[in-house]
C-alpha cells in the first residue's frame, strides 16, 4: 500500500517540466524511500531521472542505481566492457533481470497498481537516461547467477539493436550525448553477447531482432564513434567463434564453417578497405580503423577455428582464403609504421587481436600463415625501434607495440625454428630470425628513450616478453638446444638459440642488470618482476604449472633472481617504480619458493633478512647477535685464517657497510626495508615481511584495473601464506591488526626517519597498512599507550636515527589527545617518579 501511494507522487514528481527541487526530491525519495518498499519502481524511477537534464538530480538517480562512470578494459583478443557499481552488490542488491527489463522495455508498462501517461517508457527517455538504462540492465544481467531468462534475454537485445538503428546510416546524431549512448549500447551488446550464447543464436539465424550480423559488420565500419566501432567488431567476432552455431554433429568440418558463417566475403570487404594503409594512398582513418578491428576479429575467429581441424584435414580449407587472411595480416602490420595515429595504433591492436588465442598454450601455427606471421613480427621490429628511440618516440604508441609483439611471439612460438619453405621470392622472410629480432627490439627497449619518459614501459616490455616465454610449454615438450648454466658473460650467438624461456632470462641476468647505464639497469627490476610474477600466478591457481618449462626454470635460478632484485632495490639510481617491482619480485620470489619445498623458502628468507640486516652482529635491526654467535658465523663462512682488514675491524664493532649484506647497500637505501624486517623478525613471523613489501607500494599502475589483481598478495604469495584466501588490501589490514601493537610503533618511527626515501616508503607502508586517514587515527588510540612507551624507550636509542624518528613520531600522535587517553592522573610529585606499574600520564611524559 505504501508503494502504491509513493509511486504515483514520485512520478508526477519526476516529470522534467516541473521545477529542478520537484525533480532531485523526486530522485532523493525514490533513492531512499521507494528503494527499500518496492526495488523495481524505484529503479524504474532512477533510469529516467540518470537522464534529467539537472546534473543535481542526474547524480543522485546514478548514485540511487549504484552506477559508476562508464569503465572500459580492452584486451587484445578480448575485448569487453568492465561494467562496475560503485557500491558493492553485497551491500545493495540488484533486481532480478527478468523484472527489471520487464518494467523498462516492454511497449506499455504498468508498474504496481498506477498507469498513466506521466509514466515515461523507453522511448520516451532522454538520451542519458537511455545509457543509464541499458547500463544497469546490463549489470544486473551480469549479478544474475543464472544470467537471465531467454524470454528477458531478447527483449532487452530488442531495446539494444534499435538503439544501434537509430546511428545506421550518415544522418545519425554525432553530438556527444548520442555519441555516448552509442558507447554504451556498443558496450552493453558486446557484453551480453560475451555472457549468453542464446543472444548470440539470435545473430547467427533469422531472428525478430532489426539488426542481423552482416548490419553489424556495416555498423563496425561505419559507426561515428572509434570506441562504439571497436566493440561492434568484438560482438562479430564472438558470434563467429562460436562453433556450435554454425554447425552440427553430422556437418563439422571447416568447409561447412566457411559455408555457413560466409565470413570469406567479410574478409574481402576488410581487405578492400585495408588497402589505403599502403603509402601513397588517401585514407579516411575513422574507416581504416573499423576495418582493422574487423578484420582482427574474423582473422582470429578463422583461425581458431582452423586449428581445431585433425591433422589429415588441415588443407580442407581453400588456398585463396588463407591468401585473404594473409593479406589482412600483411596490411595491419605494415600500418604499425603508419605516421598517423590512429591508423597506427589501430593496425597494431588489430594485429593483436588477429594472432590472440584464449589457452594456456598457443595453437600450433599453420603453415600457410608462416610469411605473413614472419613479416608481422619483422614490421614489429621496425616499429619498436622507430617509436622507443630517436626523433619519433612515442612512449604509448611504444606501450601498445610491445603489448602486441609479445602477443605476435606468442602465437607463433610453434614456428620458432621453422625456416620458411615458401620462399617465392628473394626478399621473403624467415620466421625463426624474425622472431630472434622481435624480441631482442622488445628487450632493447628496456632504458631506452620512451622507457625514460614513461617508466611504466619497462612494466608493459616485461610482460610481453612473460608471454613470449611461456607461450607453449605442452607435457612432453623438448626443444632443439638448451643449457644448464649460463655464461658469465652475455653472448649474442648463444642467446639466439636458446628457447624463448632461457632466451628471456639469460638475457635480463646476464645483460640488462649489469649495464653501465643506470636507465637500463633500474629498468631491468619492473621487466623480472612481470616475468616472475606470471610464474607465482601460474603456480599458485595451479599446482601442475611448476611442470612448465619458464617455470622450472626460473625456480632453479630463483636464487640469482633474488639476488638481483634485493641489489635492484638497494641501487641509489633506482626510481619509484624499480624499487616497488623489486619488493613485488622478492615476494614472488617467496610464492614460488614455497610451492617447492621449505629448505628453499627458509634460504630465501634467511638470504633477504640478512641483506635487510647490518653485516656484522645485525645490531638495532632485523637479526641481534651475540659476540660468541658473530664469531661462529665467520667461522663458518671461512674467515678465520685468512681474514681481510675489513673482517678484523668487524670483530671490534667497526664495519665498512651499514646496513646490507651486498656491497653498496647503505643505511639510506635500505632504512625502510631494515624496518619492515627488524618488525617481521621481532615477531617472530618472517612471512609478514613479504605482506609489509606488497603494502609498501604506492605507485598508481599497480591499482590499475588490469594490474590490481595480477599483482595482489593472494596472487604472488598464494593461499598458503598467512593471508588465506585474502587477496586484497582490507584482507592484509585485517590479517597484521593483531600484530599492530608492536608493528605501529616501528613503522611511525620509520615514517619520520631523516632519510626521505625511507620516509615516503613507509608512508606508503603506514597508509597501507592502516588505511590512512581517520582510520589511521582509530588504530593508533587503540594501541596509544603502548606505542606511546615504545617510542619515548627509542628516544634514547643509540642510533641517533631512531631517536630523532621516535621524537618525530610522539610529536604527531601525542598532539591533540586529551589527558585521559594519555593515562589520566592527578598532578606528579617527586616521589611519583620511580612508581612501578601503571604510569599516570604525568609520569609518561616526564
Same mark, same amino acid.
Given at each position: 500500500?505504501?508503494?502504491?501511494?509513493?509511486?504515483?507522487?514520485?512520478?508526477?514528481?519526476?516529470?522534467?517540466?516541473?521545477?529542478?527541487?520537484?525533480?532531485?526530491?523526486?530522485?532523493?525519495?525514490?533513492? $531512499?524511500?521507494?528503494?527499500?518498499?518496492?526495488?523495481?519502481?524505484?529503479?524504474?524511477?532512477?533510469?529516467?531521472?540518470?537522464?534529467?537534464?539537472?546534473?543535481?538530480?542526474?547524480?543522485?538517480?546514478?548514485? !540511487?542505481?549504484?552506477? /559508476? %562512470?562508464?569503465?572500459?578494459? =580492452?584486451?587484445?583478443?578480448?575485448?569487453?566492457?568492465?561494467?562496475?557499481?560503485?557500491?558493492?552488490?553485497?551491500?545493495?542488491? &540488484? %533486481?532480478?533481470?527478468?523484472?527489471?527489463?520487464?518494467?523498462?522495455?516492454?511497449?506499455?508498462?504498468?508498474?504496481?497498481?498506477?498507469?498513466?501517461?506521466?509514466?515515461?517508457?523507453?522511448?520516451?527517455?532522454?538520451?542519458?537516461?537511455?545509457?543509464?538504462?541499458?547500463?544497469?540492465?546490463?549489470?544486473?544481467?551480469?549479478?544474475?547467477?543464472?544470467?537471465?531468462?531467454?524470454?528477458?534475454?531478447?527483449?532487452?537485445?530488442?531495446?539494444?539493436?534499435?538503439?544501434?538503428?537509430?546511428?545506421?546510416?550518415?544522418?545519425?546524431?554525432?553530438?556527444?550525448?548520442?555519441?555516448?549512448?552509442?558507447?554504451?549500447?556498443?558496450?552493453?551488446?558486446?557484453?551480453?553477447?560475451?555472457?549468453?550464447?542464446?543472444?548470440?543464436?539470435?545473430?547467427?539465424?533469422?531472428?525478430?531482432?532489426?539488426?542481423?550480423?552482416?548490419?553489424?559488420?556495416? &555498423?563496425?565500419?561505419?559507426?561515428? /564513434?572509434?570506441?562504439?566501432?571497436?566493440?561492434?567488431?568484438?560482438?562479430?567476432?564472438?558470434?563467429?567463434?562460436?562453433?556450435?552455431?554454425?554447425?552440427?554433429?553430422?556437418? /563439422?568440418?571447416?568447409?561447412?564453417?566457411?559455408?555457413?558463417?560466409?565470413?570469406?566475403?567479410?574478409?574481402?570487404?576488410?581487405?578492400?578497405?585495408?588497402?589505403?594503409?599502403?603509402?601513397?594512398?588517401?585514407?579516411? %582513418?575513422?574507416?581504416?580503423?573499423?576495418?582493422?578491428?574487423?578484420?582482427?576479429?574474423?582473422?582470429?575467429?578463422?583461425?581458431?577455428?582452423?586449428?581445431?581441424?585433425?591433422?589429415?584435414?588441415?588443407?580442407?580449407? %581453400?588456398?585463396?582464403?588463407?591468401?585473404?587472411?594473409?593479406?589482412?595480416?600483411?596490411?595491419?602490420?605494415?600500418?604499425?609504421?603508419?605516421?598517423?595515429?590512429?591508423?597506427?595504433?589501430?593496425?597494431?591492436?588489430?594485429?593483436?587481436?588477429?594472432?590472440?588465442?584464449?589457452?594456456?598454450?598457443?595453437?600450433?601455427?599453420?603453415? $600457410?600463415?608462416?610469411?605473413?606471421?614472419?613479416?608481422?613480427?619483422?614490421? &614489429?621490429?621496425?616499429?619498436?625501434?622507430?617509436?622507443?628511440?630517436?626523433?619519433?618516440?612515442?612512449?604509448?604508441?611504444?606501450?601498445?607495440?610491445?603489448?602486441?609483439?609479445?602477443?605476435?611471439?606468442?602465437?607463433?612460438?610453434?614456428?620458432?625454428?621453422?625456416?620458411?619453405?615458401?620462399?617465392?621470392?628473394?626478399?621473403?622472410?624467415?620466421?625463426?630470425?624474425?622472431?630472434?629480432?622481435?624480441?631482442?627490439?622488445?628487450?632493447?627497449?628496456?632504458?631506452?628513450?620512451?622507457?625514460?619518459?614513461?617508466?611504466?614501459?619497462?612494466?608493459?616490455?616485461?610482460?610481453?616478453?612473460?608471454?613470449?616465454?611461456?607461450?607453449? /610449454?605442452?607435457? *612432453?615438450?623438448?626443444?632443439?638446444?638448451?643449457?644448464?648454466?649460463?655464461?658469465?658473460?652475455?653472448?649474442?650467438?648463444?642467446?639466439?638459440?636458446?628457447?624463448?624461456?632461457?632466451?628471456?632470462?639469460?638475457?635480463?641476468?646476464?645483460?640488462?642488470?649489469?649495464?653501465?647505464?643506470?636507465?637500463?639497469? =633500474?629498468?631491468?627490476?619492473?621487466?623480472?618482476?612481470?616475468?616472475?610474477?606470471?610464474?607465482?600466478?601460474?603456480?599458485?591457481?595451479?599446482?601442475?604449472?611448476?611442470?612448465?618449462?619458464?617455470? #622450472?626454470?626460473?625456480?632453479?635460478?630463483?636464487?640469482?633472481?633474488?639476488?638481483?632484485?634485493?641489489?635492484?632495490?638497494?641501487?641509489?639510481?633506482?626510481?619509484?617504480?624499480?624499487?616497488?617491482?623489486?619488493?613485488?619480485?622478492?615476494?614472488?620470489?617467496?610464492?614460488?619458493? !614455497?610451492?617447492?619445498?621449505?629448505?628453499?623458502?627458509?634460504?630465501?628468507?634467511?638470504?633477504?633478512?640478512?641483506?635487510?640486516?647490518?653485516?656484522?652482529?645485525?645490531?638495532?635491526?632485523?637479526?641481534?647477535?651475540?659476540?660468541?654467535?658473530?664469531?661462529? #658465523?665467520?667461522?663458518?663462512?671461512?674467515?678465520?685464517? $685468512?681474514?681481510?682488514?675489513?673482517?678484523?675491524?668487524?670483530?671490534?664493532?667497526?664495519?665498512?657497510?651499514?646496513?646490507?649484506?651486498?656491497?653498496?647497500?647503505?643505511?639510506?637505501?635500505?632504512?625502510?626495508?631494515?624496518?619492515?624486517?627488524?618488525?617481521?623478525?621481532?615477531?617472530?613471523?618472517?612471512?609478514?615481511?613479504?605482506?609489509?613489501?606488497?603494502?609498501?607500494?604506492?605507485?598508481?599502475?599497480?591499482?590499475?584495473?588490469?594490474?590490481?589483481?595480477?599483482?595482489?598478495?593472494?596472487?604472488?604469495?598464494?593461499?598458503?601464506?598467512?593471508? !588465506?584466501?585474502?587477496?586484497?588490501?582490507?584482507?592484509?589490514?585485517?590479517?597484521?591488526?593483531?600484530?599492530?601493537?608492536?608493528?605501529?610503533?616501528?613503522?611511525?618511527?620509520?615514517?619520520?626517519?631523516?632519510?626521505?626515501?625511507?620516509?615516503?616508503?613507509?608512508?606508503?607502508?603506514?597508509?597501507?597498512?592502516?588505511?590512512?586517514?581517520?582510520?589511521?587515527?582509530?588504530?593508533?588510540?587503540?594501541?596509544?599507550?603502548?606505542?606511546?612507551?615504545? &617510542?619515548?624507550? $627509542?628516544?634514547?636509542?643509540?642510533?641517533?636515527?631512531?631517536?630523532?624518528?621516535?621524537?618525530?613520531?610522539?610529536?604527531?600522535?601525542?598532539?591533540?589527545?586529551?589527558?585521559?587517553?594519555?593515562?589520566?592522573? !592527578?598532578?606528579?610529585?617527586?616521589?611519583?617518579?620511580?612508581?612501578? *606499574?601503571?604510569?599516570?600520564?604525568?609520569? #609518561?611524559?616526564?
Amino acid at each position: 500500500q505504501l508503494s502504491n501511494s509513493l509511486v504515483p507522487l514520485i512520478w508526477a514528481a519526476a516529470q522534467s517540466y516541473l521545477p529542478k527541487a520537484s525533480r532531485v526530491a523526486a530522485a532523493r525519495w525514490a533513492s $531512499n524511500l521507494l528503494m527499500e518498499v518496492d526495488m523495481i519502481s524505484a529503479c524504474y524511477v532512477l533510469c529516467f531521472l540518470a537522464g534529467d537534464a539537472d546534473p543535481t538530480a542526474s547524480s543522485i538517480a546514478r548514485e !540511487g542505481l549504484g552506477l /559508476s %562512470p562508464v569503465s572500459s578494459k =580492452t584486451v587484445a583478443g578480448t575485448e569487453s566492457l568492465a561494467f562496475s557499481s560503485t557500491t558493492s552488490t553485497g551491500a545493495k542488491p &540488484l %533486481p532480478a533481470f527478468t523484472e527489471i527489463v520487464n518494467v523498462l522495455f516492454v511497449s506499455s508498462p504498468t508498474v504496481g497498481d498506477y498507469s498513466s501517461n506521466r509514466l515515461k517508457r523507453y522511448g520516451d527517455f532522454s538520451i542519458k537516461g537511455k545509457a543509464a538504462s541499458l547500463r544497469f540492465s546490463q549489470v544486473c544481467l551480469m549479478n544474475d547467477f543464472y544470467g537471465g531468462e531467454d524470454e528477458a534475454v531478447l527483449l532487452y537485445l530488442q531495446a539494444l539493436c534499435e538503439t544501434l538503428e537509430m546511428f545506421d546510416g550518415r544522418q545519425a546524431s554525432s553530438g556527444p550525448s548520442s555519441i555516448d549512448l552509442l558507447d554504451e549500447s556498443s558496450a552493453s551488446l558486446q557484453s551480453t553477447l560475451s555472457a549468453s550464447q542464446f543472444a548470440r543464436r539470435q545473430f547467427a539465424s533469422k531472428s525478430s531482432l532489426c539488426l542481423s550480423l552482416k548490419d553489424l559488420e556495416r &555498423l563496425s565500419l561505419e559507426a561515428n /564513434s572509434s570506441k562504439a566501432r571497436r566493440l561492434i567488431a568484438g560482438s562479430c567476432g564472438r558470434i563467429y567463434e562460436d562453433r556450435e552455431l554454425w554447425e552440427t554433429p553430422d556437418e /563439422s568440418s571447416l568447409q561447412s564453417w566457411l559455408s555457413r558463417t560466409k565470413i570469406e566475403q567479410s574478409l574481402n570487404l576488410c581487405c578492400a578497405k585495408l588497402q589505403s594503409i599502403r603509402p601513397g594512398t588517401n585514407f579516411v %582513418p575513422a574507416l581504416m580503423h573499423g576495418s582493422s578491428f574487423l578484420g582482427a576479429h574474423l582473422v582470429r575467429a578463422f583461425r581458431l577455428r582452423a586449428s581445431l581441424e585433425p591433422a589429415d584435414k588441415a588443407e580442407d580449407a %581453400p588456398a585463396h582464403v588463407w591468401q585473404t587472411v594473409g593479406q589482412v595480416m600483411n596490411l595491419l602490420s605494415q600500418g604499425t609504421l603508419h605516421a598517423d595515429d590512429v591508423v597506427g595504433n589501430s593496425s597494431c591492436d588489430g594485429l593483436g587481436i588477429a594472432l590472440s588465442y584464449d589457452g594456456v598454450d598457443a595453437p600450433i601455427l599453420d603453415s $600457410n600463415l608462416f610469411e605473413s606471421c614472419a613479416l608481422s613480427v619483422s614490421e &614489429l621490429s621496425k616499429a619498436l625501434a622507430k617509436y622507443s628511440h630517436g626523433d619519433n618516440v612515442d612512449a604509448l604508441r611504444t606501450m601498445k607495440l610491445a603489448k602486441t609483439a609479445g602477443i605476435c611471439l606468442a602465437a607463433t612460438t610453434s614456428g620458432s625454428g621453422i625456416v620458411n619453405s615458401l620462399n617465392l621470392t628473394e626478399s621473403s622472410i624467415n620466421l625463426g630470425p624474425a622472431r630472434f629480432a622481435c624480441a631482442s627490439a622488445l628487450l632493447n627497449i628496456l632504458g631506452s628513450m620512451s622507457n625514460r619518459k614513461e617508466e611504466e614501459v619497462a612494466l608493459i616490455v616485461g610482460e610481453a616478453i612473460a608471454a613470449y616465454a611461456d607461450a607453449y /610449454s605442452p607435457h *612432453g615438450t623438448e626443444w632443439s638446444f638448451s643449457i644448464d648454466e649460463y655464461p658469465s658473460e652475455y653472448d649474442d650467438e648463444v642467446g639466439g638459440k636458446l628457447p624463448p624461456h632461457q632466451h628471456v632470462l639469460f638475457v635480463l641476468l646476464t645483460r640488462t642488470v649489469k649495464q653501465s647505464s643506470p636507465h637500463v639497469r =633500474t629498468a631491468a627490476a619492473p621487466a623480472l618482476l612481470a616475468v616472475v610474477a606470471r610464474v607465482a600466478r601460474g603456480i599458485n591457481t595451479e599446482s601442475e604449472y611448476i611442470d612448465r618449462a619458464l617455470a #622450472r626454470e626460473l625456480l632453479s635460478r630463483l636464487g640469482v633472481i633474488q639476488q638481483v632484485f634485493i641489489k635492484l632495490l638497494s641501487d641509489p639510481k633506482s626510481k619509484h617504480l624499480s624499487r616497488e617491482s623489486a619488493c613485488l619480485g622478492l615476494a614472488a620470489c617467496r610464492g614460488i619458493a !614455497g610451492s617447492s619445498n621449505e629448505e628453499v623458502s627458509d634460504e630465501l628468507n634467511t638470504r633477504l633478512l640478512r641483506a635487510f640486516g647490518q653485516t656484522t652482529n645485525h645490531g638495532g635491526s632485523a637479526m641481534i647477535e651475540t659476540q660468541e654467535q658473530a664469531a661462529e #658465523r665467520r667461522s663458518t663462512e671461512g674467515r678465520g685464517s $685468512n681474514e681481510t682488514p675489513n673482517d678484523f675491524m668487524e670483530a671490534f664493532g667497526f664495519e665498512t657497510t651499514e646496513v646490507g649484506g651486498a656491497a653498496g647497500m647503505n643505511e639510506a637505501t635500505l632504512g625502510a626495508y631494515r624496518e619492515m624486517a627488524g618488525a617481521a623478525f621481532a615477531l617472530g613471523r618472517q612471512d609478514i615481511l613479504y605482506a609489509l613489501l606488497i603494502l609498501s607500494v604506492s605507485h598508481p599502475c599497480w591499482f590499475s584495473e588490469d594490474r590490481r589483481s595480477a599483482y595482489s598478495a593472494i596472487a604472488l604469495l598464494g593461499e598458503s601464506s598467512f593471508l !588465506g584466501n585474502g587477496s586484497g588490501t582490507q584482507e592484509m589490514q585485517e590479517a597484521l591488526r593483531p600484530h599492530l601493537t608492536k608493528l605501529l610503533p616501528r613503522i611511525l618511527r620509520a615514517c619520520h626517519d631523516p632519510n626521505k626515501q625511507t620516509r615516503e616508503q613507509m608512508k606508503s607502508l603506514y597508509n597501507g597498512l592502516t588505511g590512512g586517514g581517520a582510520e589511521a587515527r582509530q588504530a593508533i588510540t587503540q594501541h596509544l599507550l603502548s606505542t606511546i612507551d615504545t &617510542l619515548i624507550d $627509542n628516544d634514547a636509542n643509540k642510533l641517533w636515527r631512531a631517536r630523532v624518528g621516535a621524537c618525530g613520531a610522539l610529536a604527531e600522535i601525542i598532539v591533540g589527545r586529551d589527558w585521559q587517553s594519555l593515562g589520566g592522573g !592527578g598532578p606528579v610529585l617527586d616521589d611519583d617518579l620511580d612508581v612501578k *606499574g601503571y604510569l599516570p600520564a604525568g609520569v #609518561r611524559l616526564l
